[in-house]
């Protein structure tokens, strides 16, 4: 039997909550990380949940042609990954056209073609960080130009120390269509112990160590981090920023990849009322 994992910042709160946010009161309804008994639950939930997250992505309109790509590994054979199709839109994704490959490339399962570029960026980061369950890319708009100023953001709300000491910006390949297997390399050496990247010229990256709910969260808070700082700068006043004492508060309280999948929840129980061919 397997579940999904509390996060480190989570369990210093001890073994009863794993988050503050965790009702106090008995028998209130709160969404409850899932219990597995057999490997295939675990990958018909993760699937299911990938699925899911490509349909949020089109709700945020992350959509641009096939850009974009979002990964969960199987929970039996980690060495492959479930992965949206080439070419498909991110609002006709659903469980029958995932496909399943391996970090060569290999389509192993699926009638569609891979995203050469999701390939060579994630599957270079599967492959050097075994403890990385998931990642989330696409070109949105206010990451990509958030991208081209080449830095990491600022600690100008409580949105934002989410990422604070917790996000990389990764100028290797900066600008470059990473079709190559060497540059995915030299892009995963930089996601080792964080859960987002800013890759200059290109856009976002986001990467979970507990699903791939959280690993899209995270992606959806990192875009409107970027529309947020824009915004303020666009002011030419300058922000008044968190101290570093109260940027890591706010990130131990809010940036745990578990407050991530409890955000995500939210997103989820919508889909599931709304978009019933997500499971056709």
């Given at each position: 039997?397997?579940?999904?994992?509390?996060?480190?910042?989570?369990?210093?709160?001890?073994?009863?909550?794993?988050?503050?946010?965790?009702?106090?009161?008995?028998?209130?309804?709160?969404?409850?990380?899932?219990?597995?008994?057999?490997?295939?639950?675990?990958?018909?939930?993760?699937?299911?949940?990938?699925?899911?997250?490509?349909?949020?992505?089109?709700?945020?309109?992350?959509?641009?042609?096939?850009?974009?790509?979002?990964?969960?590994?199987?929970?039996?054979?980690?060495?492959?990954?479930?992965t949206n199709p080439m070419a498909v839109h991110f609002n006709q994704v659903n469980m029958s056209n995932l496909i399943l490959a391996d970090h060569e490339g290999n389509v192993v399962e699926g009638q569609h073609a891979i995203n050469r570029a999701g390939?060579?960026?994630?599957?270079?980061?599967?492959?050097?960080?075994?403890?990385?369950?998931?990642?989330?890319?696409?070109?949105?708009?206010?990451?990509?130009?958030?991208?081209?100023?080449?830095?990491?953001?600022?600690?100008?709300?409580?949105?934002?120390?989410?990422?604070?000491?917790?996000?990389?910006?990764?100028?290797?390949?900066?600008?470059?269509?990473?079709?190559?297997?060497?540059?995915?390399?030299?892009?995963?050496?930089?996601?080792?112990?964080?859960?987002?990247?800013?890759?200059?010229?290109?856009?976002?990256?986001?990467?979970?160590?507990?699903?791939?709910?959280?690993?899209?969260?995270?992606?959806?808070?990192?875009?409107?981090?970027?529309?947020?700082?824009?915004?303020?700068?666009?002011?030419?006043?300058?922000?008044?920023?968190?101290?570093?004492?109260?940027?890591?508060?706010?990130?131990?309280?809010?940036?745990?990849?578990?407050?991530?999948?409890?955000?995500?929840?939210?997103?989820?129980?919508?889909?599931?009322?709304?978009?019933?061919?997500?499971?056709?």
């Amino acid at each position: 039997m397997t579940s999904l994992p509390a996060t480190q910042n989570d369990t210093k709160l001890g073994a009863k909550n794993v988050s503050i946010y965790q009702p106090e009161q008995a028998a209130r309804i709160f969404p409850e990380l899932p219990i597995f008994n057999t490997i295939e639950e675990e990958r018909l939930h993760r699937k299911k949940r990938l699925v899911a997250s490509c349909r949020a992505f089109a709700l945020e309109k992350f959509d641009f042609g096939f850009a974009g790509h979002l990964t969960v590994r199987d929970p039996e054979h980690s060495h492959l990954y479930w992965t949206n199709p080439m070419a498909v839109h991110f609002n006709q994704v659903n469980m029958s056209n995932l496909i399943l490959a391996d970090h060569e490339g290999n389509v192993v399962e699926g009638q569609h073609a891979i995203n050469r570029a999701g390939f060579v960026l994630h599957a270079a980061v599967h492959e050097m960080h075994p403890d990385i369950v998931a990642m989330c890319h696409a070109h949105t708009v206010y990451g990509t130009a958030f991208a081209s100023l080449g830095r990491k953001l600022a600690p100008i709300t409580q949105d934002t120390a989410v990422f604070y000491e917790d996000h990389v910006l990764i100028t290797d390949e900066a600008g470059h269509v990473a079709v190559e297997v060497g540059a995915g390399e030299r892009v995963a050496r930089a996601f080792k112990g964080v859960k987002a990247a800013i890759h200059q010229n290109h856009g976002l990256f986001s990467a979970s160590r507990h699903s791939i709910d959280a690993a899209t969260f995270t992606f959806i808070s990192l875009e409107r981090c970027c529309k947020q700082q824009l915004a303020v700068e666009a002011t030419g006043i300058e922000p008044k920023l968190l101290s570093p004492e109260a940027s890591r508060y706010s990130h131990e309280h809010l940036g745990s990849e578990y407050i991530s999948w409890l955000h995500f929840q939210v997103i989820w129980g919508l889909l599931n009322e709304t978009q019933p061919d997500m499971f056709e």
